[in-house]
């Protein structure tokens, strides 16, 4: 029996395609993706006040993973160097047991280490802080009388800078106790709501820190399992080359920042206590405040040094300006020695970016996280220069193009043959010889 006409043309109607298939998905994810941001920006300040509460109930193990991650090297440092050998030397033969001893130990002196230095830093340098703190404000109107007495005593010949530099001490002199009377004074009648809060925040800090010491415990105890397992998943859903991709990106993002932190954390630890010992031996005011001011604002690159040594002038030019002069010479000469001796030799001679992107990755963190940002902003832009260097790199290579940035200084144009960059000062010589050429010998 025959066919009717119509049918193959019909079935050549209903022929699927694949590539219609993925035309329709393509719109259609394109229109879902629309759709989401255009959501996500009408209730970014929602979605922003859950993603706040989230971490607010995760803070606890975002301190664990924080404590982890920054007591790892020596945690690897304390079980390869000192207790696997010491604990295989201890059980002979029967070695079973030698690595989950050492680990055990070697997480347990990581630990203490780490509450030891809690423990001075709250025991030894608070207290000490505050006392410094608290004579600062109970003498301020003493110290503002003094440098008034020796601004006047150096302006003896200038009678007219004489008295406008009186004026205004006297004008602030009066505005500090004016704001002591009426900001202060009416202030005291919530003193117990904000010793309430005081203590609901201090508790919940104990409580976060408790929980993230145990949280990092657990992670450094299980470092290797649960770096096996987070590789075995990302082989599983990337595949073999991109697994390769993501975790040589992971080794040199985690590279870069515990390299960064470790050695800024070194850095200014030496730096505060060459700050200590030579305001010790000078005789400064405050010499262990204005340490730890130079120390802990080392830690922000480039602008850490200016933004310590501003407070610390300010605060030892309170009680002596002789002092404070000499103090702002030997922050000179220290943040030299810093940037070229100390810093080099801790960090390396160079992060890989230059002065400019510095600057620029602490501003813009500085402006999205604040200290945070102005903290982590250089690691983290080294690490997205620097995928976004070799992603450039590699597409350059794939052209056959070249790859150093010295080969496109000058550039006049690429030859579309050869593939190579051309000079313009070759390139107009050579447009000059062939013009020479072109014009008839006379």
């Known amino acids: 029996m025959r066919r009717p006409k119509g049918c193959a043309a019909v079935r050549r109607v209903f022929n699927w395609d694949k590539k219609y298939l993925y035309w329709g998905v393509t719109a259609f994810c394109v229109v879902a993706c629309s759709i989401l941001f255009y959501m996500a920006l009408a209730y970014l300040p929602k979605v922003g006040g859950v993603l706040g509460s989230l971490a607010r109930i995760l803070s606890p193990f975002i301190w664990g993973l924080v404590i982890a991650y920054l007591l790892n090297p020596l945690n690897k440092v304390l079980y390869k160097n000192v207790f696997l050998p010491l604990t295989v030397k201890l059980s002979g033969k029967r070695k079973t047991g030698a690595p989950g001893l050492a680990k055990g130990l070697s997480v347990l002196l990581s630990i203490l280490v780490f509450l030891a230095a809690i423990t001075a830093l709250v025991y030894l340098i608070i207290p000490q802080l505050y006392a410094s703190v608290e004579t600062i404000v109970n003498n301020s109107s003493l110290y503002i009388g003094k440098i008034s007495a020796w601004s006047q005593k150096m302006l003896t010949n200038y009678p007219d800078l004489r008295d406008f530099v009186t ?19 009416p202030r005291l ?7 309430t809060a005081g203590v609901y925040y201090f508790v919940r800090g104990i409580y976060n820190l408790v ?3 145990i949280v990092s415990v657990y992670l450094l105890g299980n470092s290797e399992s649960a770096s096996a397992r987070a590789m075995r998943l990302c082989y599983c859903v990337f595949g073999m080359e991109k697994a390769e991709k993501v975790r040589e990106a992971v080794r040199f993002t ?27 031996l000078l005789n400064m005011p405050y010499t262990l405040l204005v340490s730890v001011i130079i120390g802990v604002t ?11 040594a501003i407070p610390s002038a300010f605060i030892i030019l309170l009680v002596d300006p002789v002092k404070s002069l000499i103090f702002i010479v030997f922050i000179i000469i220290l943040q030299q020695i810093d940037g070229n001796i100390i810093g080099p030799k801790i960090l390396g001679s160079s992060i890989g970016i230059n002065g400019f992107w510095v600057m620029f990755s602490i501003i813009l963190g500085a402006g999205l996280f604040s200290f945070w940002g102005m903290l982590l902003g250089v690691p983290v832009f080294v690490v997205i220069y ?15 193009l070249p790859v150093e940035p ?6 006049d144009h690429i030859d579309p043959v050869t593939r190579m960059p ?4 070759a390139y107009e010589e050579d447009e000059k010889i062939a013009e020479e050429k072109k014009t008839p010998a006379e």
């Open 386 to 400: 620097t995928g976004i260097t070799n992603l450039v790199e590699k597409r350059l290579a794939r052209r056959d």
């Open 406 to 411: 010295e080969a496109y200084a000058d550039l």
């Open 298 to 308: 080392n830690i922000i690159p480039f602008f850490g040094p200016l933004i310590g």
């Open 211 to 213: 929980i993230g010491i």
């Open 254 to 280: 985690d590279k870069t920042f515990m390299g960064f932190i470790n050695g800024k954390l070194l850095d200014s630890a030496i730096i505060g206590l060459i700050c200590y010992i030579v305001c010790a």
């Open 422 to 425: 051309v000079k313009k000062a």
């Open 189 to 195: 009648g919530s003193f117990v709501t904000n010793v």
């Open 167 to 185: 004026e205004k001490f006297e004008e602030i002199n009066t505005n500090l106790f004016a704001w002591i009377r009426d900001t202060i004074l």
